[in-house]
Nanobody, 123 residues
Framework: QVQLVESGGGLVQAGGSLRLSCAASGRTFSSYAMGWFRQAPGKEREFVAAISWGGGMTYYANTVKGRFTISRDNAKNTVYLQMNSLKPEDTAVYYC????????????????WGQGTQVTVSS
């Protein structure tokens, strides 16, 4: 069982930055790949970024590539999402998730989810 708690969301102007954190409970955090997804009102949950269990491989949606960076600290049981050059279209609730699948870009590949944190980017 893994419990995930996101933090770091908020209101920021376009062009600004935010850093999201996702703290995980449990001693098996390092055995899980981690992902970030987001969901805007009226839209489906979409993939943002993912990182392998050891941190050696990262994946990004084309919409955030070059602006967002995912990282993890297994000693702290935490995964991060650094978001730079934010745009109004990045506004959404951001969720972190943990899973052991090798396919990391779809929600169904993940077993555990956090409650989400709101990110709002004003124009």
């Amino acid at each position: 069982q893994v419990q995930l708690v996101e933090s770091g969301g908020g209101l920021v102007q376009a062009g600004g930055s935010l850093r999201l954190s996702c703290a995980a409970s449990g001693r098996t955090f390092s055995s899980y790949a981690m992902g970030w997804f987001r969901q805007a009102p009226g839209k489906e949950r979409e993939f943002v970024a993912a990182i392998s269990w050891g941190g050696g491989m990262t994946y990004y949606a084309n919409t955030v590539k070059g602006r967002f960076t995912i990282s993890r600290d297994n000693a702290k049981n935490t995964v991060y999402l650094q978001m730079n050059s934010l745009k109004p279209e990045d506004t959404a609730v951001y969720y972190c998730a943990a899973g052991r699948s090798t396919t990391l870009t779809t929600p169904r590949s993940y077993d555990y989810w956090g409650q989400g944190t709101q990110v709002t980017v004003s124009s």
